[in-house]
């Protein structure tokens, strides 16, 4: 705490007592520069005027705290020496209550900034989710009109690789987005803390804030739907492109079928023409084997006509050889069968 006039604020802050040599070999990065200093309202003049030469004239902001206990006062912008300020201004409060009201602020300012780490993220993701749009909408359109199939296996193509790209694009930046909504909601929860009132008609630290990071929270969780939709709007593209692709496929396969069962048909057709055939032969060769047989007899039975005999077998050897052929044939289909 500081005690005197209020131009003194901020002339020495806590990490100039720091050896520069030690704070240039900190690891990390600096996500919050803020300078907290306390004075006394008894032993202190506070005013807007009194106090706009601590923050080099920029625009104030305050509130009370906590049943007026305390006040803060801030212009919530990097100054010349590229740190943010705050004057905590103590009416009422303990030790124990100046400390956990210095770490509400502290915590305040680390998860603005850390929220807003999103905010460019969001600016390039949502360019890069127009420009997938963009492309989505030029690939519908041409699905909607007629394709043959290798367009559209072309076409289904390029809808994986764009769902494969979203699908990263969200890999990417989820955690952003995640972390954005919880440091969002605990910038809101430490504001609540806080317990502000409006001072002298002044801007309260909760109004400046929401009205500063609550579009970037905003441009965050709509960057984040439209990475949701655009996913979901690809997925159900390629669902419906995949449709008319296997249907086309089930068509030529069944105009394939189709093919092959006249192909079938005709076979058989022709099969049964050379089955028949096949009997005529086999009873005209069998029929030449009898004639031999006949004829080797006529020495030993005098007046027997070859002719007249072969006329006669016909019928039998014609019936013969196709009930064999038959019998042959059903017992080939009933081992198919099995």
């Not at 306390?38 to 080099?56: H, M, N, Q, W």
């Not at 029929?287 to 007249?308: I, K, N, Q, S």
Request: glycine share 4%; proline share 3%; hydrophobic share 45%.
């Amino acid at each position: 705490m500081l005690k005197g006039k209020s131009t003194q604020c901020f002339a020495q802050p806590a990490i100039s007592l720091l050896p520069d040599d030690w704070i240039s070999e900190l690891p990390g990065e600096v996500v919050a520069a803020l300078h907290i200093e306390g004075i006394d309202s008894e032993t202190a003049v506070v005013d807007k005027e009194t106090l706009r030469p601590c923050f080099e004239g920029q625009r104030l902001i305050a509130s009370q705290l906590g049943n007026e206990a305390a006040s803060v006062w801030s212009a919530l912008r990097l100054h010349s020496d590229g740190f943010n300020r705050i004057l905590l201004v103590n009416n009422s409060l303990n030790e124990c209550q100046t400390g956990r009201l210095i770490r509400t602020l502290l915590e305040l300012e680390a998860y603005r900034n850390m929220m807003l780490l999103a905010f460019p993220v969001a600016q390039q993701t949502s360019a890069r989710v127009s420009d997938m749009e963009t492309e989505l909408a030029d690939l519908l359109r041409q699905i909607s009109g007629e394709r043959v199939i290798s367009e559209e296996r072309e076409q289904l193509e390029k809808l994986s690789d764009m769902a494969a790209a979203v699908a990263e694009l969200i890999a990417e930046t989820r955690y952003r987005f995640d972390a954005a909504r919880a440091y969002y909601q605990m910038v809101q929860s430490r504001l609540e803390d806080l317990q502000e009132t409006e001072l002298n008609g002044l801007q309260t630290m909760s109004a400046f804030i929401e009205h500063r990071l609550g579009p970037a929270f905003r441009t965050t969780e709509a960057t984040k739907r439209r990475l949701d939709d655009l996913s979901s709007r690809v997925d159900r593209a390629s669902d419906f492109l995949r449709t008319r692709v296997d249907m086309a496929i089930e068509a030529q396969n069944q105009a394939l079928l189709q093919s092959m069962d006249k192909r079938a048909q005709l076979q058989f057709r022709l099969q049964q023409t050379v089955e028949g055939l096949s009997i005529v032969v086999i009873t005209y060769y069998v029929l030449a084997l009898c004639g031999v047989l006949f004829e080797a007899a006529v020495p030993f039975t005098p007046g027997m006509d070859v002719g007249t005999l072969k006329a006669a077998f016909l019928p039998v050897v014609l019936a013969g050889v196709w009930l064999v052929t038959h019998r042959v044939k059903k017992h080939l289909n009933r081992d198919a069968e099995n």
